[in-house]
């Protein structure tokens, strides 16, 4: 490997470990935006006490799914590195998987059916591609 090779990949490498130390926290903001989250999590849930039946259901999984994502990125964000990154897309492809499957209980039989998989083959597409970013060399 040339010279002009090697220095391109070592500024490379100094941005990339610049920019997540730009992205690093402190304990304290860590732990007060925990704390926000699971705030926002009680609000959001308070929300669906006054809807019924599947609504309410729809309603208590979005509200979950939120926190757990906003949660799985505040430690993306604390700790950065590309598995935790990983965590945090399939945080929101699993929040998302469950979303759907909720909305799907409206539908019976075949468009159930056919709800279900559609949720479930998003789902598995969204792993793949957190899977694949995660192996990609910039992690984008």
């Known amino acids: 490997m040339n010279k002009f090779n090697f220095s391109m990949i070592t500024i490379g490498l100094a941005i990339s470990f610049s920019a997540m130390a730009e992205e690093s926290m402190t304990k304290e903001v860590y732990k007060s935006e925990k704390e926000r989250i699971e705030l926002e999590y009680k609000s959001d849930k308070a929300k669906c006490q006054s ?69 479930k083959a998003a789902m598995i597409a969204a792993k793949a591609d957190a899977k694949t970013q995660m192996k990609t060399p910039n992690g984008k």
Not at 77 to 97: M, T
């Open 51 to 119: 809807l019924v039946d599947n609504a309410k259901d729809i309603c208590k999984a979005e509200a979950k799914g939120k926190e757990e994502v906003a949660e799985a990125e505040l430690d993306a964000k604390y700790k950065p590195s590309k598995k935790s990154q990983y965590k945090a897309h399939v945080a929101k492809a699993k929040a998302d998987y469950k979303i759907a499957k909720e909305k799907c209980d409206d539908l019976t039989g075949k468009p159930n059916e056919v709800c279900q998989a559609d949720a």
